[in-house]
């Protein structure tokens, strides 16, 4: 998929049903008061300063990285359409309840407390 498609079949805040994802696109990804960055450190940071976990500086030197917090295990993944069957195999993986497609960044959410889901967003 490229950019354009991605862009014309995501969703923004409004056009999620998940309150999980709401809460983190509105208040982790997406908050007002850090802007919207996409990259993937800019997500790590934000993700890692949301729950409150020490920041990592490996990441230069990686493409994913795997955050344990209190809501489930995440992995981050840096630019996942590169790999497209990768991604799709993490998509399609039970261990994972929720993923995230922000195409520039993907995390995939592992927590047995949350329906199965799979989300575009802008």
Not at 46 to 55: A, I, S, V
Not at 63 to 82: A, E, S
Not at 103 to 121: E, K, M, T
Request: charged fraction near 25%.
């Amino acid at each position: 998929m490229n950019r354009l498609q991605h862009f014309l079949r995501a969703k923004t805040q409004f056009g999620l049903h998940s309150p999980f994802a709401y809460r983190l696109y509105t208040e982790v990804l997406f908050s007002r008061a850090g802007g919207r960055g996409r990259s993937f450190a800019d997500v790590v940071w934000r993700l890692e300063e949301y729950y409150g976990l020490p920041h990592t500086d490996a990441l230069p030197n990686t493409r994913q990285l795997t955050l344990d917090t209190r809501d489930g295990l995440f992995l981050v993944i840096d630019r996942p359409h590169r790999d497209e069957a990768l991604w799709q195999s993490l998509c399609d993986d039970d261990s994972y309840q929720v993923t995230l497609d922000l195409y520039d960044v993907g995390i995939a959410v592992n927590s047995p407390r949350l329906s199965r889901q799979h989300f575009l967003l802008r």
